[in-house]
């Protein structure tokens, strides 16, 4: 084979891989658009296949159609939560640890920082005193982190078989795929950002198996406020 004729194989070769990952890429978009909007999940290990190898690439992709690079993580958020939402649900609360950020305390936290995370003082300023609470009672470990190099201490020095986690969607979106021996929950702040974050708290308790009565209408819309209803 001539050196020519090598080249051109070759090219051959590199534009059809290139179509190939364009294709993957805006299937994997639309697909993503459909389980965020009309909670239908289809080829859910292409979707973390496309996701967790062509993240930036994926990202750049989803700008240049001119949709919100966002989407990316938020479409690996659903998936992993509704693959795991099953196996989650059975798995015992003792076996299961929740992880807070530290981004939803208040601006007068008096919380210490120790070497497993911020120990909440229930001072009742934040709704973390509330999930940590709730957490404990129900039989969680429950970690208030001030960012992932605490996820890694967690888990070499505990033992879980299931996370759940709340959190931006991108911070959500990479631990649940560097925690994916485990089975992995998240909820997604309603306002991310570094301080004065926000959560739908009444989300993460129905993630942790808390049943809400249909009629108490206090229960709905509970956000970084502490919780006062008596019925969790
Ligand atoms: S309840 Fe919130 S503000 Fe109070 S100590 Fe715990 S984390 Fe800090």
Redesign the pocket.
């Known amino acids: 084979m001539s050196f020519a004729e090598f080249y051109q194989i070759f090219g051959q070769i590199v534009f059809l891989a290139g179509i190939s990952i364009l294709v993957l890429l805006s299937m994997t978009l639309i697909l993503g658009q459909k389980l965020i909007n009309e909670d239908r999940l289809m080829f859910p290990r292409l979707l973390i296949f496309t996701i967790d190898v062509f993240y930036g690439l994926f990202k750049k992709f989803a700008e240049n159609v001119g949709v919100d690079d966002k989407i990316v993580d938020q479409i690996g958020v659903e998936v992993r939560n509704k693959v795991n939402e099953k196996i989650f649900q059975r798995i015992r609360p003792q076996d299961k640890i929740l992880v807070l950020p ?1 981004c ?3 601006a ?4 210490t920082l120790e070497s497993s995370g ?1 120990v ?10 509330v999930l ?1 609470n709730k957490g404990e009672e129900l039989g969680y470990q429950v970690f ?1 982190i001030p960012g992932s190099t605490f996820l890694k201490k967690i888990v070499e020095k505990n033992r879980f078989k299931a996370v759940l986690g709340v959190a931006c969607y991108q911070d959500l979106n990479l631990a649940m795929n560097k925690l994916s021996k485990f089975h992995c929950q998240g909820v997604p702040l309603l306002r991310d950002g570094c301080v004065n974050t926000k959560v739908d708290t009444r989300a993460v308790l129905e993630k942790m198996g808390v049943e809400f009565g249909k009629s108490n209408k206090l229960n709905k819309g509970c956000t970084t406020e ?1 919780c006062t209803k008596k019925t969790l």
């Open positions: 530290h939803l305390r208040n007068e936290c008096e919380a911020l909440c003082k229930n001072c009742n300023r934040c709704v973390i005193g940590k208030i502490p």
